[in-house]
Nanobody
Framework: QVQVVESGGGLVQAGGSLRLSCTASGRTFSNYAMGWFRQAPGKERESVASVSWSGSTYYADSVKGRFTIARDNAKNTVYLQMNSLKPEDTAVYYC?????????????WGQGTQVTVSS
């Protein structure tokens, strides 16, 4: 079956950087969109960044210019490089693989990794 596993979360001071990693197994990684989402306490889950099977990227306005998503199909891994972190970036970050960039079809989720940014 499809498995999605995130890593790389942690505690960082405002202005710092973190890199999240996500590996997906159980199907041909390169054929699917990959995305990062986050959910802060008391808030709904929101899309942060995604990359299609062809390499097209999307970023939420709140992270444009600070976060970079990249996929390495040879390693079945997608990364989220997060720079200039702000306290409002604090959330549980989830990775997902999906047949569509809308993440509405044939979508699988990881268990999440906590990112905490202190002020």
């Amino acid at each position: 079956q499809v498995q999605v596993v995130e890593s790389g979360g942690g505690l960082v001071q405002a202005g710092g950087s973190l890199r999240l990693s996500c590996t997906a197994s159980g199907r041909t990684f390169s054929n699917y969109a990959m995305g990062w989402f986050r959910q802060a306490p008391g808030k709904e889950r929101e899309s942060v960044a995604s990359v299609s099977w062809s390499g097209s990227t999307y970023y939420a306005d709140s992270v444009k210019g600070r976060f970079t998503i990249a996929r390495d199909n040879a390693k079945n891994t997608v990364y989220l490089q997060m720079n200039s972190l702000k306290p409002e970036d604090t959330a549980v970050y989830y990775c997902a693989t999906s047949a569509t960039v809308a993440f509405t079809v044939d979508t699988y989720w990881g268990q999440g990794t906590q990112v905490t940014v202190s002020s």
